[in-house]
């Protein structure tokens, strides 16, 4: 896959976690896939994947198929055969309640923050220097289980913000492939 850009949605599988927090990295996923025309993702093993053309790139979206804290698994294979430039051919789009629901960040490199879909991926790839999009899904209130707010649906009107936001963030994703991830922080970091 040299030369190809690698997209990791991060999520939970199971129709009881579609509208949850924690599965707003597939909800973009599912918005880039629609543009761009992939009629559908094929199920292997531990992931749901697709292959397609972006001129010039080749991209392959990937949904991991564990849940959260094992999300790293689907990137192994790739490491080990050396297919990918890390901090410039892999972006990692994650749900992140220290964002309000609708706003975004770009990241080059950064902790996990207490994410364990990020924590899975650190430790396959033995770095923290990757590319992610962090998609706001709103602060856990006090006194709520962390667990139980991410794995909550959001509300009506929090969702609608995120789905308006969907075709900028799908022309976010591009520009990150065009133009690098410094391009993408400073148009759409806000």
Known sequence: ??????????????????????????????ALAQRWGVPKFRTEKTQANATTRVEPHQVRLIKPLTYMNRSGGVLVALKRMGALDLTKDLLVLVDDIALEPGK???????????????????????T???????IGVGAKPEGRDL?????????RPDRKLIDE???????AVEVWMRDGIEAAMDRYNR
């Open 1 to 30: 896959m040299a030369g190809a850009k690698v997209i990791v949605g991060l999520g939970n599988p199971g129709r009881e976690y579609e509208n949850t927090r924690h599965n707003a990295g597939w909800w973009l996923l599912d």
């Open 104 to 126: 975004v960040r770009f990241r080059a490199t950064g902790s996990p923050g207490g994410h364990n879909g990020l924590k899975s991926i650190e430790q396959a790839l033995g």
């Open 128 to 134: 923290r220097d990757y590319p992610r999009l962090r």
């Open 147 to 155: 667990a139980d707010w991410v794995l909550s649906p959001l509300p």
């Open 165 to 171: 936001r969907l075709p900028e963030l799908c022309d």
